[in-house]
């Protein structure tokens, strides 16, 4: 015999499962436990038997006798290879993470972004604001996407599926000769060069949530510096037995006299300064969690791991150490390991002044980032 408790809340879920899926509902789900979801009025899901299976839409989760999350969600409605996508989580309470994927077309994972919390005044203390900032990788061709955002709360969540779609972008295309030097250089099986990749891998997926340094615009070391390449190139390197591979070229290329001084793009702290077979002297530094600026080919290093710079401050020097062929600075932004361009950022603040309480100011770290 069935308990009386069951077939009740049987009888709830096969109602609610009975209500069109275009409108606003309340479900029992029973798996992976017993609780409550609370859809937006344009949400799309498959639902049975107490199990969700979110298609599109909000769903806020809860267990039963608990109030669902009901965050203010700001997220980009289109996007482009190379952007960087800046998503605004308001809470009335405090939450515990915030985290979003695109993901494609197949619905594998092409990039994340986690979410850090933003200091606020005292009078706006009581809503809790959260960013995350996710990179469109420069290889993501024209079409559909899906922008997944996972937002939590001790034993409540948050999940929205929301259409990325994703515009054609079109790439300069260059020819690179290799001389004899530089093909062994960038064939070279050195054991190091591997661990050297794995390292700075490393470096550019781990964010700090202190890191709360830049809020303003990325300022370009070299802005009148004659280019040699842009973000995004596709590159051909033909080598001297006349083989050839294919490559993208992931920042700027700014030529430069040896010698000329490298300015910080923004406020940070260096989380790797040191040499590099293939990069020569490298400087990263952390602006963001997960939120780096990249400086190769420097013929001197002049700050540690650790340092905290100010954006126009000295960092090194132009050279043309590594896999280079003449003096210029490679400068380049990752977003949690993914590359994105760099002139969007220079064009505006990396984060707007905030709709309700206007509490960033360009340029300066909120307390808390020294």
Not at 41 to 54: E, F, K, M, T
Not at 271 to 286: D, K
Not at 327 to 355: N, Q, R
Request: some cysteine; charged content about 20%; proline content about 8%.
């Amino acid at each position: 015999m069935i308990p009386r408790r069951s077939t009740i809340w049987l009888m709830f879920a096969l109602i609610l499962a009975s209500a069109p899926n275009a409108l606003p509902a309340t479900l029992l789900i029973t798996s992976p436990q017993i609780g409550l979801c609370v859809t937006s009025q344009d949400a799309v899901y498959q639902y049975s038997w107490g199990v969700l299976r979110p298609q599109s839409g909000l769903f806020s989760y809860a267990p039963l006798g608990k109030a669902p999350l009901t965050p203010q969600i700001t997220a980009p409605q289109a996007a482009a290879p190379g952007d960087l996508l800046r998503i605004e989580v308001l809470q009335p309470e405090a939450l515990e993470s915030v985290e979003a994927q695109i993901l494609g077309p197949k619905q594998q994972v092409l990039s994340r972004g986690i979410g850090f919390r933003v200091p606020r005044p005292t009078e706006s203390a009581q809503k809790d604001l959260w960013v995350v900032l996710v990179g469109v990788p420069d290889q993501a061709e024209h079409g559909s996407y899906t922008l997944l955002l996972t937002i939590k709360a001790g034993d409540r969540s948050v999940v929205q599926l929301s259409p990325l779609p994703v515009r054609d972008r079109t790439f300069r295309f260059e020819r690179i000769v290799m001389t004899t030097g530089l093909e062994e250089l960038r064939n070279s099986n050195d054991p190091r060069k591997i661990a050297e990749a794995r390292e700075l891998i490393r470096v550019l997926t781990t964010p700090h949530p202190d890191a709360l340094f830049e809020f303003g615009t990325i300022r370009n070391p070299f802005p009148d510096a004659r280019r040699t390449s842009g973000y995004g190139d596709r590159r051909k390197y033909i080598f001297p037995d006349n083989t050839f591979e294919y490559s993208v070229h992931e920042g700027l290329d700014l030529a430069a006299p040896e010698g000329t001084p490298v300015s910080a793009c923004g406020r940070g702290r260096v989380v790797f300064a040191g040499q590099r077979i293939i990069t020569g002297n490298t400087v990263v530094m952390e602006h963001l969690p997960g939120l780096f600026s990249l400086y190769f080919h420097l013929s001197e290093i002049d700050v540690k791991t650790g340092d905290i710079v100010g954006q126009g401050d000295a960092i090194g020097k132009v050279g043309m150490t590594g896999f280079a062929t003449g003096p210029h600075l490679h400068w380049e932004i990752e977003a949690l390991g993914v590359p994105v361009d760099p002139d969007a950022l220079a064009a505006e603040p990396i984060l707007d002044k905030t709709a309700e309480s206007g509490e960033i100011e360009s340029g300066k770290a909120p307390k808390g980032g020294e």
